[in-house]
């Protein structure tokens, strides 16, 4: 990527300049690598996680990408995802995305867990990659109290888990994130 490419990129997207944490497929980090330089190119193997986010009554919560993000912008996934960062654990950066994207506090729940890990690598159309190591978490809401971050969130749905899961052709229309599609797929093994 050019220098100018890269600083209009940085500009468009504030976290483009951040750090990742770059791992082997194992899991084992390998040091920190600039997050545009992860997602572009032909990518680097980085940490990841996705928090699949229920209610009581076995909903899951889809969360809609917001428009002006780089990557599957619009689509839908189950329900954040992100990277921790150095020194984070995968449920500190999970607890943080909660709230900012979501407005989700601790206090509304207290049973977040890790529940799957898998690696996976999917090109967007030609804006960049994921190839990540990626950590499946879930949380039930004992509180269903949301407070989404429009720049974040575009939209959101509570659909029954296991109707999703058996049917996933059903809800095509909606453009599911290949990272939530392989955590649900796993899910049940």
């Given amino acids: 990527m050019s220098n100018a490419a890269a600083d209009e990129a940085t500009e468009l997207h504030k976290n483009a300049a951040q750090d990742v944490i ?3 497929s194992d899991d084992n980090a390998e040091g920190t690598v600039n997050r545009l330089d992860a997602h572009t ?3 680097i193997r980085h940490r990841a996680f996705t928090c699949l986010v229920f209610s009581e ?3 899951i919560l889809l969360a809609q990408r917001a428009p002006n993000k780089r990557l ?3 689509s839908w ?3 954040v995802a992100s990277h921790p960062v150095e020194g984070q654990t995968q449920e500190e950066a999970t607890e943080e995305r909660l709230e900012e994207e979501l407005g ?6 207290s049973d977040l867990r890790v529940t799957d890990k898998f690696e996976y690598k999917r090109y967007y159309e030609n804006a960049g990659l994921e190839w990540e190591v990626c950590a499946v978490l879930k949380v039930t809401l004992e509180d269903t109290t949301l407070d989404p971050d429009e720049e974040e969130i575009a939209g959101m749905l509570w659909a029954d888990y296991e109707h999703l899961h058996d049917n996933p ?3 095509r229309q909606l453009r599911l994130c290949p990272w939530f599609e392989i955590a649900m797929r796993r899910d049940f093994e």
Avoid: K, L
């Fill in 22 to 24: 770059a791992v082997d």
């Fill in 41 to 43: 190119g032909d990518g």
């Fill in 57 to 59: 009554e076995g909903q």
């Fill in 72 to 74: 599957w912008d619009t």
């Fill in 77 to 79: 996934d189950g329900t």
């Fill in 104 to 109: 989700i506090s601790p206090d509304q729940y």
């Fill in 169 to 171: 052709e059903w809800y």
